[in-house]
């Protein structure tokens, strides 16, 4: 029997772009599969806007969404989040966003306050650079040991925003590690950790990480992203790896993200929300609503405030 539906659904993480509005290296000029997430990705080199992103919901009751930086050219990081302002002015959607900033940079508390007094604006994506295996060599600076990170972090958190950490599995350790160091930081883990290695021993290696991040009170966890660059899509795996995330972290504490349109390259929205959903059968009624709309509202702060017009702040 297929999973009910949400009511609602809040999707705590896509992205948005109009590639003749601002400069995607990464879909216009530097195509590069061999890199990327899931590998090829010519499908995702178009637009995709609220419009797109509304037909591959298809029927699903989408009241809100969180933007969160698409990789435009570092240089126009403000510019990305006038533009989507723009777009919520226009279309009601993102409903929050998550810019980017060089949180290392010498710069980084003036980009900060730039970025903070726009309206929709609730968090940072800076991603710490990483290894590129388990085993591989460790990143010559900007890595998660990088001394600079924990004075980079509180000044994030005096500008009232939480940071999205975007690492793979092997590193959630480490990043918890960090993370003791600012207890006041708000953080939202993406891609349900990045559980790229399903053998028992990586599964195994990936739990580990999600319950010494799920220790600390005020992490968050995206159930987001399971596709894998090597195998299609396997509900009843990915069915496994929710389960054991929702136990590490408890629903109270998940939030439902797409991920599209990069998602799409391996599952539809409906497989996707259908997915997590029956991963949350199990639990209390509450669950269901609290993934899917109430934990992404409360932690991104999405609901009644002042009007977004083109032009703010």
């Not at 989408?62 to 990081?77: C, I, M, N, T």
């Not at 940079?105 to 900060?112: C, N, T, Y």
């Not at 999205?164 to 930081?185: C, I, K, M, S, Y």
Request: aromatic residues 8%; contains cysteine; glycine residues 8%.
């Amino acid at each position: 029997m297929a999973t009910p539906w949400p009511e609602v659904i809040l999707d705590a993480h896509h992205h948005f772009w109009d590639l003749s509005a601002g400069h995607y290296d990464w879909l216009q000029e530097a195509y590069a599969p061999e890199r990327f997430i899931l590998g090829p990705y010519t499908a995702l080199c178009r637009h995709y806007l609220p419009r797109e992103l509304r037909a591959d919901a298809g029927p699903l009751n989408l009241v809100g969404s969180v933007h969160v930086e698409a990789e435009r050219d570092r240089a126009e990081a403000l510019a990305e989040t006038r533009w989507l302002h723009a777009v919520h002015a226009e279309h009601g959607l993102p409903s929050a966003v998550v810019a980017w900033v060089d949180l290392l940079a010498d710069d980084a508390a003036h980009a900060l306050q730039a970025q903070a007094a726009w309206p929709l604006v609730r968090g940072v994506r800076c991603k710490p650079a990483i290894r590129p295996q388990p085993d591989g060599p460790a990143p010559a600076h900007s890595g998660l040991d990088d001394p600079r990170w924990p004075a980079a972090l509180r000044r994030l958190a005096a500008h009232g925003l939480l940071w999205d950490l975007r690492v793979p599995w092997w590193h959630l350790e480490e990043a918890a590690a960090l993370l003791v160091q600012v207890p006041e930081l708000t953080v939202v883990v993406e891609h349900t950790g990045l559980p790229w290695d399903r053998s028992p021993a990586g599964l195994a290696a990936w739990q580990r990480g999600l319950q010494a991040l799920a220790a600390l009170p005020r992490v968050h966890l995206k159930l987001s992203e399971l596709g894998l660059k090597t195998a299609p899509w396997s509900r009843e795996g990915n069915v496994a790896v929710l389960r054991q995330a929702l136990a590490a972290f408890g629903w109270a504490r998940c939030l439902f993200g797409s991920n599209y349109p990069v998602a799409g390259l391996r599952a539809s929205y409906g497989e996707i929300v259908q997915t997590v959903g029956e991963a949350l059968q199990d639990a209390p009624p509450a669950a269901r609503a609290a993934v899917f709309h109430d934990n992404a509202a409360r932690v991104y702060r999405v609901g009644p405030g002042r009007p977004v017009e083109e032009g703010a702040p």
